[in-house]
């Protein structure tokens, strides 16, 4: 389309086709026009002549009816049947000649028809308006009128002439009916074209005459959109096509009636053109032969000039596409060799240039591939991380609005963070605020940081809504590589379960060091006891029976004293776990109903105590009665807390913790438990006296009323059940303890039958035990009782220094009571030498002030003690269990 060859044709094309379609164009203008003012010319004079027509019909019908109203016998004066005979003869005679009438009539004063030439003349009465002016002497004519008749329809007026004498008297009246017949054969018979038709209406707009029957007395606007008020002559278009007309205007005096009546000449517009149509298609086929020269001509001339350059076109596309080896033939007319020399020469350096770009183009897009997978690769990393952030983190531009969030904000604020982009930055702080126990702190550093480009900021809030949290907040501007601020990060972390942690850490560490220190003193402390109670025990057999009331008073004292140390030691050691428990199937809600009934009993009758019992709790494997003891002592301390007048609750339910539940609980862990509840209304305590309810010896009561261990000892006795103790109060409100115990899944065993303990201490056989103690004051007592029972004792202060006896007497000890607790070598790595050395078979009997489990020790050692006598003990105690250790057969070791 755009090659030089076809330029050269279309200016060819143009050159000639131009002034053609000018010319023909106008041509076929004016031709159009004169055709159509030369079908207007002979419209409009068919419709003169077509009006002299009518109106000749109508005055030749006016002439005959008045031929007939001023016949002399029609005239005649008098009175009488013989001349009113002769009228009506006459009448009958004159109405055979004048036939333009449909129907004639004659008529007397009184409006009474003397003869007719209508078929169905009945002789009625006319008492129209027209007759009554006729018979005054007045020639009246009808407007027209529709009739249909079946199977033809016409149009007609009715004409009433009055019979006058010679003196001017009216005699009669002649009532002549005039179709319009002959108007209309006059119409219909006119050729107007193909299509061409005419009308003839009358001034009130109601077609007189149409070619359509069924049109005739329509109103004009209704059938076409011609006015007979407006222009006589032009054109119109109806259902779609257009038609040329002309109006013609009948005045009243031709008509011969008090109206106006129009001929309306009409022609389609195409019959009107069609000359002009022919014509012009003529003249078209003439300028496309001329047309269709010149194009051939062009294009020979085109492509004579223009092969040439189509041949560096194409050798300028070949290079385009890549073949730089293109080269033109530098032949031809000076300029084209010229051009061809220098297209040569061009391509040959373009030849040399690419290929040192595309090296260098390799390069960087290899370069910058590598590029893009690594942006991609970071970006896809940097979003994966912003997403997966445990942090809620804000980025706004250096103006405060938004750019982006993660799904974090949404947990933490609970709206959704997508709703506020584009929302001002003042309210995107102040809905934050909102949810903040301090919102005045939280705008305070909002407007800071919005101030202050180089503000870094780092604090704890704390959350109410939709949740009460802690949240740390770390805000910190971000810059462009080459310093401009272009954001700042706000970042919110979730801080509430590490400080649950944190605190649940140091609640453990603190018990952990207290119930460390309580084991450390409860050991010394039975030592000591093992002394003063042994010792009292050693008096009470020297004195027997010789002391007085007041001496034995005295010598029970002592010993109920020690007796009540020893209850508060087990206290210390039940506190760091260290006590020894009975482990059974045990059913919890029994065991509150049997509290429940002790509680009735023993309590003030206005504190009063119900339970609330779920019927299916798992059981549990437990000490039962340590269990008791930690709901009584729950229960009075609630007793206490209400000053003996309150009500207090003992529920059970069975709980399943999940991991999101944890946070809530410092200590717990997951799993299936059974919680007994103890709720008061008393009280409560503040969040100081909270925070140390668990510690030995910490009290609220009065000097007398309280040890401090009662909760200590509980919280121990439920860690040594796998459980834990939590508990929720509020000042002036009241305190509710959780106690949660694991589920147990292990089958019922049948209770073992109770051994049968013989009565009194069990006296020895003169046998030799070994005992390794490295206090003085225990090693003293405990010889002194063994000798009181009949055995012989040699002492040792330390493990080594057994060993050495062990080795020394090869066999002389039939039993050893070793401490666990000893400088040089302990009691553990001493019974772990001698079951490895010759002096395996000698029983061994453990005895010390820690809760020992033979199991587990069995478990460090790799052998199990012969039994195991915990400080401080009673002498029938001590004497049962050696007795029972020697007079059970020995095993033999298999080393």
């Excluded at 020399?341 to 290899?366: C, D």
């Excluded at 003063?532 to 004292?557: C, F, H, K, P, Y």
């Excluded at 915990?870 to 002498?875: D, E, G, H, R, V």
Aim: aromatic share 6%; glycine share 8%.
């Amino acid at each position: 389309m755009n090659s030089l060859s076809n330029r050269i044709l279309f200016i060819l094309l143009g050159v000639g086709l131009f002034p053609v379609l000018i010319s023909l164009t106008a041509n076929f203008t004016l031709t159009k026009k004169d055709a159509v003012e030369a079908k207007h010319q002979e419209l409009r004079s068919l419709s003169a002549e077509l009006t002299r027509s009518v109106s000749r019909i109508m005055q030749s019908a006016s002439a005959d009816l008045n031929s007939i109203t001023t016949n002399p016998m029609l005239t005649a004066i008098g009175e009488g049947p013989e001349l009113r005979n002769q009228k009506i003869e006459e009448f009958r005679r004159l109405k055979q000649i004048y036939n333009i009438f449909d129907s004639i009539s004659l008529l007397d004063l009184n409006g009474f028809e003397l003869d007719s030439t209508d078929e169905n003349y009945t002789g009625l009465r006319d008492s129209t308006k027209w007759f009554r002016a006729a018979s005054k002497g007045e020639d009246q004519l009808t407007l027209p009128e529709y009739e249909a008749k079946p199977g033809k329809a016409s149009v007609k007026s009715s004409v009433f002439k009055p019979i006058k004498s010679s003196s001017g008297k009216v005699l009669g009246v002649v009532r002549g009916v005039v179709r319009y017949t002959k108007i209309w054969e006059l119409l219909e018979g006119v050729t107007l074209g193909q299509k061409g038709y005419v009308m003839l209406a009358s001034d009130n707009g109601k077609f007189i005459f149409h070619p359509d029957k069924d049109k005739v007395f329509k109103l004009l606007q209704e059938e076409s959109p011609l006015s007979l008020s407006g222009p006589s002559f032009g054109t119109f278009t109806l259902n779609g096509k257009d038609f040329i007309f002309d109006i013609s205007e009948i005045p009243e005096y031709q008509t011969m009636l008090s109206q106006r009546w129009y001929l309306i000449a009409v022609l389609p517009y195409q019959e009107a053109v069609d000359i002009a149509t022919r014509s012009s298609a003529y003249q078209f086929i003439v300028a496309f032969f001329s047309l269709s020269c010149a194009a051939i001509l062009g294009l020979f001339l085109g492509r004579r000039v223009s092969s040439h350059i189509d041949a560096a076109s194409a050798a300028a596309a070949s290079v385009a596409a890549g073949n730089l080896d293109s080269h033109l033939a530098e032949t031809g007319p000076a300029e084209i060799a010229a051009l061809a020399h220098s297209f040569n020469k061009m391509a040959g350096e373009v030849k040399s240039h690419r290929l040192i770009l595309e090296a260098k183009v390799a390069e960087r897009t290899k370069d910058l591939a590598t590029s893009r997978e690594d942006l991609a690769a970071l970006a896809a990393q940097l979003k994966a991380a912003f997403e997966a952030s445990r942090s809620a983190i804000l980025l706004l531009r250096s103006d405060g609005q938004l750019l982006a969030a993660n799904a974090k904000i949404e947990s933490i604020f609970g709206f959704d963070i997508s709703a506020k982009i584009g929302t001002s930055p003042a309210t995107l702080a102040h809905d934050i605020a909102a949810c903040l126990a301090d919102p005045e702190q939280f705008l305070g550093v909002w407007e800071r940081a919005n101030t202050s480009a180089e503000t870094f900021i780092d604090i704890e809030l704390e959350l109410l809504r939709p949740a009460k949290r802690t949240v740390n907040l770390y805000s910190a501007p971000v810059r462009r590589s080459d310093g401009p601020l272009v954001a700042r990060i706000w970042s919110f972390r979730d801080m509430t379960e590490q400080r649950g942690l944190e605190m649940g850490l140091r609640q453990a560490q603190k018990m952990e060091a207290v119930g460390r220190l309580a084991g450390g003193v409860a050991h010394d402390f039975n030592n000591l006891l093992q002394a003063i109670l042994g010792n009292i025990s050693l008096i009470e057999q020297d004195v027997g029976s010789l002391a007085n009331t007041a001496t034995s008073e005295r010598i029970s004292m002592a010993r109920h004293a020690g007796e009540r140390a020893a209850q508060i030691v087990r206290q210390l050691l039940s506190f760091s776990r260290l006590s020894h428990l009975h482990l059974s199937h045990c059913k919890v809600n029994q065991v509150i109903q049997d509290l429940h009934s002790i509680i009735r009993s023993t309590f003030d009758p206005r504190v009063e105590v119900t339970t609330t019992l779920q019927e299916d709790t798992w059981k549990l494997r437990a000490d039962a009665t340590q269990i008791e003891q930690v709901v009584m002592n729950m229960v009075v301390n609630a007793r206490d807390a209400m000053n003996n007048s309150g009500h207090i609750n003992i529920s059970t339910r069975n709980i399943h913790l999940t991991e999101l539940q944890l946070a809530q609980m410092p200590g717990s862990r997951a799993g299936d438990f059974v919680r007994i509840s103890v709720t008061d209304n008393g009280s409560g305590m503040p969040p100081e006296v909270l925070s140390k309810i668990f510690e030995p010896f910490f009290t609220t009561k009065e000097q007398g009323k309280g040890t401090g261990l009662g909760l200590a000892t509980s919280f121990g006795i439920v860690q040594q059940h796998g459980g834990w103790i939590a508990c929720d109060s509020m000042v002036g409100t009241g305190t509710t303890f959780h106690i949660f115990l694991p589920r147990s899944t292990d089958e019922e065993r049948a209770p073992a039958e109770a051994e049968v303990v013989p009565a009194g201490p069990v006296k020895g056989g003169g046998e030799t035990i070994l005992l390794v103690d490295d206090e003085m004051i225990v090693r003293a007592v405990a010889q002194g009782l063994l000798k009181k029972l009949g055995y012989n004792v040699i002492t040792a202060d330390d493990g080594e220094a057994a060993l050495e006896i062990l080795a020394r007497m090869d066999g002389g000890i039939q039993l050893c009571l070793l401490d666990l607790t000893m400088p040089r070598l302990s009691g553990k790595d001493t019974f772990t030498a001698m079951r490895r050395g010759p002096s395996r078979g000698v029983p061994v009997v453990i005895c010390s002030g820690y809760l020992v489990d033979l199991d587990a020790f069995a478990g460090e050692t790799g052998s199990r003690p012969d039994a195991f006598v915990q400080k401080p003990y009673a002498l029938d105690d001590l004497a049962r269990c050696i007795r029972s250790v020697l007079d059970t057969p020995p095993v033999v070791a298999v080393s």
